[in-house]
């Protein structure tokens, strides 16, 4: 290093001194404005080579005993005012980086990173003992640290363990793979020859393999309680509408439809269906009572929330967020004849949402496909305002209700199926509540409830917050129990039809009794007209005192 500093440094005394005789002829002239006609530049960049003794003597012959101290100063003027205008700068910053670089270069050579340590797992085979028991075990495993030297036959085959990724990580596949377990590894063999592997697909592999196990349906009383062990208790006839139970083939058509999605995503972790979205379903099951004939859909799962309805006939007023979101939807399955003249509230976030569409479409800079989108997204948008100007929905907010795939509510074949406006009752725990399937959901998942029902089991549910999140939610339909017309929800009436239906197949144990809902938006109502009432009392109290006032006056 010492030795790569004393030629760099004479690279740039070479470099100045050459600049400055190269400019040296072009200002002599500014020497003889100063008196020094006899100095020229390229003579003191000459100079610089010679010995300072030999300067100090050439200087005094030639100078004719000009003063040193002005000479000098006049060359560092001169030297600032020349150097800019030459290529000395350039030359500066050039020398400058290479100085730089080869420090990091030296740096970097002297560097010597240590040896990774392999952790490799060695089947070591034992020869057999001619007695003991340590003869029966042949084989051991064993982890041993191992670090690769010269000669080490690193052409065998091993087993390595892979490190993890930091956070930050793109593309991380145990990452991506949340809701399965993911099995990774990492392995190198022996090989042939480096030109003949290359051409060899199996020489560099990476496998994939997503291998699900399909669950079987729960049939008897035994597996139904493991889930709920008061179930048995709480409906004391179920035990004996298993004897005839069957499977019922939306459970299969259900896992059937999981499969379907997970072969369309299956290449796309950070998409795949977890897990927990895979199993959440128990058992379905088509239950008939011998003596009433009384059919249900019986189903275990879990519960997701749904958040959508509207109802402009009892709730005329929803928060901006919602009605301008472009998620929420303002309709459920299950709806009805509007009663009153009051305007749907969503309506308004859906006209300005027709409005922006328009605006889009008659834009030039709209691409043909967003175009051709919007043409699509306006239709749907026109018929929800027009459905919403003649028809009341469900409110999840207020209204206990379940959701069902909307392959079973269309379903028009099959006895058992539950259809959009039926009775239903819910358990949980030791806790029974009414309600009716209120919407249709995706045909590749069971078990949600409305936002009301999920917060009367948990109180901490939410529109992202699942209140049960286990398969321990049973949801017993009634089919075919529907009421004919559709109406707004009558929650007392609810109470006592589910009571009805719930006694034709044996009724609820004893200590148990079927929750009643308080109807949130008739309590709203009245608190709502009762300050409405205590603002035109006092309106009319302070017209009073006004017009006492008035009268005292004119009296004075």
Request: hydrophobic share 35%; aromatic share 8%.
């Amino acid at each position: 290093m010492e030795e790569l500093d004393g030629i760099h440094s004479a690279r740039a005394i070479v470099i100045i001194g050459s600049g400055i005789k190269s400019v040296g002829y072009k200002f002599s002239i500014m020497g003889e404005l100063l008196g020094l006609p006899n100095v020229r530049l390229w003579q003191f960049s000459a100079s610089m080579r010679e010995s300072k003794e030999t300067l100090l003597n050439e200087g005094r012959k030639r100078s004719g005993g000009v003063p040193w101290l002005r000479a000098s100063f006049f060359l560092l003027v001169l030297f600032a005012v020349v150097v800019p205008f030459t290529d000395v700068p350039l030359k500066l910053k050039d020398y400058a980086k290479e100085l730089i670089l080869a420090k990091r270069e030296a740096d970097r050579m002297a560097y010597v990173p240590e040896e990774p340590v392999v952790k490799e797992v060695i089947y070591v085979e034992e020869e057999p003992q001619e007695a003991g028991p340590e003869a029966e075990e042949l084989r051991q495993e064993e982890e041993v640290d191992s670090v690769v030297e010269e000669g080490d036959p690193i052409m065998l085959d091993k087993a390595y363990v892979p490190k993890e990724h930091f956070v930050g990580t793109k593309g991380d596949m145990v990452r991506m793979s949340k809701g399965f377990y993911f099995d990774y590894a990492f392995e190198t063999q022996k090989g042939g020859l480096a030109s003949e592997e290359r051409k060899q697909k199996e020489s560099y592999v990476a496998e994939y393999r997503l291998k699900v196990k399909m669950p079987q349906a729960s049939t008897s009383m035994n597996e139904l309680e493991g889930v709920n062990g008061k179930l048995g208790h709480i409906l004391p006839g179920l035990e004996s509408l298993l004897d005839g139970a069957k499977v019922s083939d939306f459970y299969y058509t259900l896992y059937e439809n999981k499969v379907k999605r997970l072969e369309r995503e299956v290449l796309k972790l950070n998409e795949l269906s977890t897990k927990h979205n895979f199993y959440d379903c128990e058992t379905i099951l088509n239950l008939t009572h011998e003596e009433t004939g009384r059919k249900m859909l019986f189903l275990q799962g879990d519960m997701d929330v749904v958040s959508d309805g509207s109802d402009g006939d009892r709730l005329a007023e929803m928060p901006d967020k919602i009605v301008n979101s472009t998620y929420y939807q303002p309709f459920t399955s299950y709806g009805w004849k509007k009663t009153t003249k009051t305007p749907n509230p969503m309506l308004a976030g859906w006209k300005k949402r027709i409005g922006n569409a328009k605006r889009e479409i008659a834009d030039k800079k709209t691409s043909a496909d967003r175009r051709a989108w919007l043409k699509s997204r306006l239709k749907m948008l026109e018929r929800g305002v027009e459905d919403m100007k003649s028809r009341s929905y469900l409110i999840a907010e207020y209204d206990p209700f379940i959701v069902m795939p909307v392959n079973v509510i269309t379903n028009r074949s099959d006895a058992h199926a539950a259809r959009v406006g039926d009775y239903a009752v819910v358990i949980f725990e030791d806790k029974v509540y009414p309600a009716i399937v209120g919407d249709g959901g995706p045909t590749f998942k069971v078990g949600e409830g409305s936002l009301r029902l999920a917060k009367e089991i948990n109180e901490r549910a939410s529109s992202y917050s699942r209140p049960v999140s286990d398969v321990t939610v049973s949801y017993l339909v009634f089919s075919n129990s529907r009421d004919t017309p559709a109406s707004a929800p009558d929650y007392a009436k609810w109470h006592a039809r589910c009571s009805e239906l719930l006694e034709e197949i044996g009724g609820l144990g004893d200590g148990y009794a079927l929750h009643e809902w308080e109807d949130l938006l008739a309590s709203k109502d009245v608190e709502q007209s009762s300050e409405e009432g205590q603002g035109d009392a006092a309106k009319e109290t302070e017209e009073e005192q006004s017009s006492d006032e008035g009268e005292t006056s004119s009296n004075s």
